[in-house]
């Protein structure tokens, strides 16, 4: 059985940081690209991250590309994404994500909220 468990988020001031991070059991982590997701209120779920197996590729959208960095332990099935110069538009329930096969599975979410 699929599981991500995602931590890390928290209230931080503008210009801050965080780290997140997702455990995940039940499948073969080290051979799947993993991602983290967001979603703000009022908005549609977006991609913020995804990271490739062994960790040589990963992809950013424009909005948080140089301030977020995803990375990955294989050897303890986790992911990380590591968010720098945090602006109250990052404010959002941040996923981690597997695309596995024709399924997809989804942590809980863990709340980061970005204000002064």
């Known amino acids: 059985q699929v599981q991500l468990v995602e931590s890390g988020g928290g209230l931080v001031q503008p210009g801050g940081s965080l780290r997140l991070s997702c455990v995940a059991s039940g499948f073969n982590f080290r051979l799947n690209v993993m991602g983290w997701y967001r979603q703000a209120p009022g908005k549609q779920r977006e991609m913020v991250a995804t990271i490739s197996p062994y960790g040589t590729t990963t992809n950013y959208p424009d909005s948080v590309k140089g301030r977020f960095t995803i990375s990955r332990d294989n050897a303890k099935n986790t992911v990380y994404l590591q968010m720098n110069s945090l602006k109250p538009e990052d404010t959002a329930v941040y996923y981690c994500?597997?695309?596995?096969?024709?399924?997809?599975?989804w942590g809980q979410g863990t709340q980061v909220t970005v204000s002064s």
């Open positions: 994500n597997l695309h596995l096969g024709a399924n997809e599975y």
